[in-house]
């Protein structure tokens, strides 16, 4: 009867060991997938800086070969 109950106990062990390595590689994959998804957001976020001060750039050159005038004219 102790021997049955050893075995048992050591199949459930490996069982739960089982489960938890399949649950942590489900779990990896998700995480890996997430960071792929942020990565491109961050890849999206920096493009779309680097365009936005291009055009601050471009707006300051055009400001400055602009002749001044008074802020009373509108």
Do not use: C
């Not at 050893?6 to 399949?22: L, R, S, T």
């Not at 649950?23 to 779309?48: A, C, Q, V, W």
């Not at 707006?59 to 009373?72: F, H, I």
């Amino acid at each position: 009867m102790k021997k049955t109950m050893e075995k048992f106990a050591d199949w459930f062990i490996e069982h739960d060991k089982h489960i938890m390595e399949v649950r942590l590689k489900r779990e990896k994959h998700t995480l890996k997938k997430e960071l792929h998804l942020l990565e491109d957001e961050r890849d999206k976020m920096r493009s779309h800086l680097g365009r936005i001060d291009a055009l601050i750039e471009k707006q300051e050159e055009l400001k400055a070969a602009l002749p001044d005038k008074p802020e009373g004219d509108a």
